[in-house]
């Protein structure tokens, strides 16, 4: 008969079993940090570079910094800050698969915008790594400028700071990451000194780059794009129409028009 202490613990194994593997640093193009543990992604396949189309000044921006990011030289930090659907999340992905395409020695890494304190421990994992590592927030904001101290912390070089292979890549659709109204609600003895410190957190990137909304013409272009590319008949009048339904003109809304379209033509993307 097994000790009754063995049937204890083969029973809390069950319960919470062992934490998976590390996964392989230099096998895999893309990964999930969840919940503290990194996983591969299951798919990485961004759109073409070439496919994001209007904010050329921003591409050639962001795809160098991730080339001296691979290339181990100097590199920033970066916040993607704008209109939703402007394009920051598909740019910031196919910069990294860009870059990897040219052969470069880069990953991203992909983290929940509440898993800021847990990115200590992700650093550690991957700090000893020869692969360089795109860590990328998605749409991260802060309701208070309290709730942005972990991220300050990180940026500024902290007792746990990011190491030298790893920089963060930070969406967001506030230019401050904080609303400014917030910031101005201080009940400091100097409420100038207090807004500048508030809104100084996005001052801690050292490369931001603005996403604004579209015009017509450009959002025509992006649909033509991606029609051309896929080999979709494109009616420009019926692709204009389309957008005031979606209550905005932006890429995310010409590529939900192209599935439409797809689905309409029987095609697959």
């Given at each position: 008969?097994?000790?009754?202490?063995?049937?204890?613990?083969?029973?809390?194994?069950?319960?919470?079993?062992?934490?998976p593997?590390?996964?392989?640093?230099?096998?895999?193009p893309?990964?999930?940090?969840h919940?503290?543990?990194?996983?591969?992604?299951?798919?990485?396949?961004?759109?073409?570079?070439?496919?994001l189309?209007?904010?050329?000044?921003?591409?050639a921006t962001?795809?160098e910094?991730?080339r001296?990011?691979?290339?181990?030289?100097?590199?920033?930090?970066?916040?993607?800050w704008?209109a939703?659907?402007?394009?920051?999340?598909a740019?910031?992905?196919?910069?990294?698969?860009?870059?990897?395409?040219?052969?470069?020695?880069?990953?991203?890494?992909?983290?929940?915008?509440?898993?800021?304190?847990?990115?200590?421990q992700?650093?550690?994992l991957i700090a000893?790594?020869?692969r360089?590592?795109?860590i990328?927030?998605?749409?991260?904001?802060?309701?208070?400028?309290?709730d942005?101290r972990?991220l300050r912390?990180?940026?500024?070089?902290?007792?746990?700071?990011?190491?030298?292979?790893?920089?963060?890549?930070?969406?967001?659709?506030?230019?401050?990451?904080?609303?400014r109204?917030?910031?101005?609600?201080?009940?400091?003895?100097?409420?100038?000194?207090?807004?500048?410190?508030?809104?100084?957190?996005?001052?801690?990137?050292?490369?931001?780059?603005?996403?604004?909304?579209i015009?017509?013409?450009?959002?025509?272009?992006?649909?033509?794009?991606?029609?051309e590319?896929?080999?979709?008949?494109?009616?420009?009048?019926?692709?204009?129409?389309?957008?005031?339904?979606?209550?905005?003109r932006?890429?995310?809304?010409?590529?939900?028009?192209?599935?439409d379209?797809?689905?309409?033509?029987?095609?697959?993307?």
């Amino acid at each position: 008969m097994s000790d009754p202490l063995d049937r204890i613990a083969a029973a809390l194994e069950r319960l919470a079993p062992p934490p998976p593997p590390v996964p392989d640093l230099a096998a895999h193009p893309a990964y999930v940090w969840h919940r503290g543990f990194l996983q591969p992604a299951r798919a990485f396949a961004p759109l073409p570079l070439a496919e994001l189309v209007g904010i050329d000044a921003q591409k050639a921006t962001l795809l160098e910094n991730v080339r001296r990011l691979a290339s181990s030289l100097p590199a920033h930090d970066v916040l993607l800050w704008g209109a939703r659907g402007t394009g920051k999340s598909a740019l910031s992905k196919a910069a990294v698969a860009t870059v990897q395409a040219e052969g470069g020695a880069v990953a991203l890494i992909e983290a929940q915008a509440d898993a800021l304190d847990t990115l200590p421990q992700l650093f550690a994992l991957i700090a000893a790594s020869p692969r360089a590592f795109v860590i990328f927030l998605d749409d991260l904001g802060f309701d208070a400028a309290s709730d942005g101290r972990a991220l300050r912390s990180l940026l500024e070089g902290g007792a746990e700071a990011r190491p030298v292979n790893a920089r963060l890549f930070v969406t967001s659709n506030r230019r401050h990451l904080i609303p400014r109204d917030i910031a101005e609600q201080s009940s400091a003895i100097n409420p100038r000194d207090s807004i500048d410190d508030n809104l100084a957190l996005a001052d801690r990137f050292g490369l931001s780059l603005g996403f604004h909304a579209i015009d017509q013409d450009t959002y025509v272009a992006i649909v033509r794009t991606y029609a051309e590319d896929h080999g979709l008949p494109l009616d420009a009048a019926e692709a204009t129409n389309w957008a005031p339904r979606r209550g905005t003109r932006s890429g995310r809304v010409a590529w939900q028009y192209v599935v439409d379209l797809a689905g309409r033509n029987g095609k697959r993307l």
